[in-house]
């Protein structure tokens, strides 16, 4: 979260995936509230969670790179470089897209959609 927000105001979505309730990474929240928001969402909701679509956007353009990454360094770089190079448009489309995702989540009673 430091590297994420260095400056300490960023959000963390919190998804109760069960590796996001082990005590060890409770007790990190708890000793660092005042680093960031925790944001809690409803579990198994990917389809409210427009970050997916990003995280599938930068593994794309990462597997297009060549030469591939041969330590996590470079990963690391690879991806930071991913990231800040998004188009706006990405970002412009996502958040146009939540009130059709939360239609489509609200008309399939929470059951899966196409998103």
């Not at 927000?5 to 082990?22: L, M, R």
């Not at 990474?25 to 944001?39: P, S």
């Not at 790179?65 to 190079?85: E, G, V």
């Not at 009130?99 to 059951?111: E, N, S």
């Amino acid at each position: 979260m430091a590297f994420v927000f260095p400056t300490g105001n960023g959000i963390f979505q919190q998804d109760n995936s069960p590796c996001h309730k082990a005590r060890i990474v409770l007790e990190w929240f708890e000793e660092h509230t005042d680093e960031f928001y925790l944001m809690y969402w409803p579990p198994n909701s990917s389809d409210l969670n427009p970050m997916e679509y990003i995280w599938d956007v930068m593994e794309g353009q990462l597997r297009d790179q060549t030469p591939p990454c041969l330590n996590i360094s470079t990963l690391r770089n690879r991806y930071l470089d991913i990231w800040y190079n998004l188009s706006p448009v990405i970002y412009q489309k996502l958040v146009a897209s939540m009130p059709r995702r939360v239609a489509a989540i609200l008309k399939a009673k929470g059951g899966s959609t196409r998103y």
